[in-house]
């Protein structure tokens, strides 16, 4: 029984991680705005109602449907390695909590890239919404007044963080009005300046000037540099659906690939919740992830033999070595052919047909902790992202992108928008999306019902933790598989799955958002 109905609507939909970016979205759709326009808006809300997920200083992917032409397009909006951080400065290490660990912001760029292909408002008014919660303030809910009250004790000794989120001192009240005048100012200044405000004016000369006093390697050349890529999605075909991802340097080849691995066995027939299901579903993620770490990067650097990790015949190979009845500790990497936490979900669709599947993020909680002063601006802390194996193809490099767990879904079925949906959660987001499309495809099941539905999370090695609300037999079978199993809460996975489902006859849209997080769905 989930523990809200599936939101249905006629005209338009809005899944997101808080009640006030789904009404801003809702709102923008009313007003003739497009779904990119709803999209955004909802977007720029999230970063001043839940700031610790995504920023100004972060950055985004998405996929976006337009019903004319059938056509997805994927915008990959992150940001790159600056020019002078190279692996001999990280002697110890890339610290996750220094503004040495931040790449070039990429989220505004992306947004007004997103705007330029499909929107339809101007941007003043498709930020007005955020401009108004950060001016004059939003209550602050038991998330957020959490959120603040666990980062206190690390971040409350930065005054520039410490004046927005301890305004008193102390973290707010719930219940208490949270104002931020100076993200309102920084959002005014992109409103009506554009790209050239964030990253060749004020703003920009603002995160570089601190960057430097704080031992960061940020310079205007690299924020002058900065430009989202608009890219051809990749995709795979599961069960007669088409499934689209994005391409590298995003991770969403992992999940075409744990797919077309799960299409070798019947999991309608097993049943996505029982021992044998769950199995299987974490040994396909097990060889999808040792193909990650052995062959992903940005693709401007290195060669990702993406067409062949998401064939068909590469995936019936990785599924002959999965023993049905026998866990794998660490499965090694597919033999190729002779040729190398803390983010916001949302999606909608409007009433033209025409759909997106957005994900923005910080990488960490407020990302490397550091606020800009006078800007309002949190910095992302992507640069733990690489690594500094030379050997690696995600090895750090002056002018590169990390490696993204951000990546996000779209189902189409003949051609036409079935599905769009996806999940935070760093790793946890392309096991989660697995789980997720198990659910609407092998099983038939409403959006809500799929988004409160049991998760589980396959860690290091064997280790497999598994929400309370499984079957006691697919816990204890699991078990005698020899996955070590830690059982959690009802509703304590990491994941905050927003999903919008498209009636294949009446085109009605059916949407669910997860109770693990203050998500909301809302049409008209």
Request: aromatic fraction near 8%.
């Amino acid at each position: 029984m989930a523990y809200r109905g599936t939101v249905v609507a006629r005209r338009g939909v809005v899944a997101t991680a808080h009640p006030l970016a789904t009404q801003a979205g809702v709102a923008m759709l009313r007003s003739g705005g497009s779904f990119m326009d709803a999209a955004v808006a909802a977007a720029a809300v999230l970063n001043v109602v839940e700031p610790y997920n995504s920023h100004l200083g972060g950055d985004l992917f998405l996929l976006a449907y337009t019903a004319a032409d059938g056509a997805v397009t994927a915008i990959n909006a992150s940001g790159a390695c600056p020019r002078s951080a190279t692996p001999e400065r990280f002697p110890n290490g890339i610290p996750p909590r220094h503004i040495s660990a931040v790449t070039v912001p990429g989220m505004v760029d992306g947004w007004l890239t997103a705007l330029a292909r499909f929107g339809r408002k101007p941007l003043p008014e498709v930020l007005a919404a955020a401009i108004d919660y950060a001016e004059n303030g939003f209550p602050a809910n038991p998330r957020f007044a959490a959120t603040v009250a666990g980062a206190a004790p690390e971040l409350g000794g930065r005054e520039a963080w410490a004046k927005v989120f301890l305004p008193d001192g102390r973290p707010p009240e719930v219940g208490q009005i949270v104002r931020q005048p100076d993200l309102a100012r920084s959002l005014k200044a992109i409103a009506e300046g554009g790209r050239s405000a964030f990253y060749e004016g004020e703003i920009a000369d603002a995160i570089v000037r601190y960057a430097g006093q704080r031992g960061g390697f940020l310079a205007l050349q690299d924020f002058q540099d900065h430009s989202s890529e608009l890219r051809d999605p990749i995709s795979t075909t599961y069960r007669g659906y088409r499934v689209y991802e994005q391409p590298p340097v995003s991770q969403g080849h992992i999940l075409l690939e744990e797919l077309n691995i799960l299409e070798c066995f019947d999991i309608g027939a097993l049943g996505p919740f029982s021992a044998a299901g769950v199995h299987i579903m974490v040994e396909a993620k097990k060889l999808a992830f040792a193909d990650r770490h052995a062959y992903s990067g940005d693709h401007r650097f290195v060669d990702v033999p993406i067409q062949e990790l998401i064939s068909k015949e590469f995936a019936n190979r990785r599924a002959a070595q999965i023993d049905p009845l026998r866990a794998a500790e660490r499965p090694a990497a597919g033999a190729l052919g002779t040729h190398g936490t803390d983010t916001t979900y949302l999606c909608v669709a409007d009433s033209d047909g025409n759909a997106v599947s957005f994900i923005q993020s910080l990488f960490h909680g407020f990302g490397c902790g550091e606020l800009v002063p006078g800007t309002g601006i949190l910095l992302n802390n992507r640069l733990t992202g690489f690594s500094l194996d030379p050997t690696s193809p995600n090895y750090l490099q002056p002018g590169k992108r990390p490696i993204h767990t951000l990546n996000t879904f779209l189902i189409t079925k003949d051609g036409r928008l079935s599905v769009v949906g996806g999940t935070p959660g760093g790793d946890v987001q392309v096991q989660t999306n697995l789980q997720t499309i198990t659910c609407l495809i092998d099983a038939n099941m409403d959006p809500q019902d799929v988004a409160e539905a049991p998760k589980w999370t396959s860690g290091d090695g064997l280790h497999v933790a598994m929400e309370s609300r499984y079957p006691a037999e697919t816990i204890e079978g699991m078990k005698q598989m020899g996955h070590k199993v830690t059982v959690g809460g009802p509703l304590t996975q990491g994941c905050a799955v927003q999903v919008i489902r498209v009636h294949p006859e009446s085109g009605a849209y059916m949407a669910g958002s997860d109770p693990r997080c203050d998500g909301q769905a809302a049409g008209y």
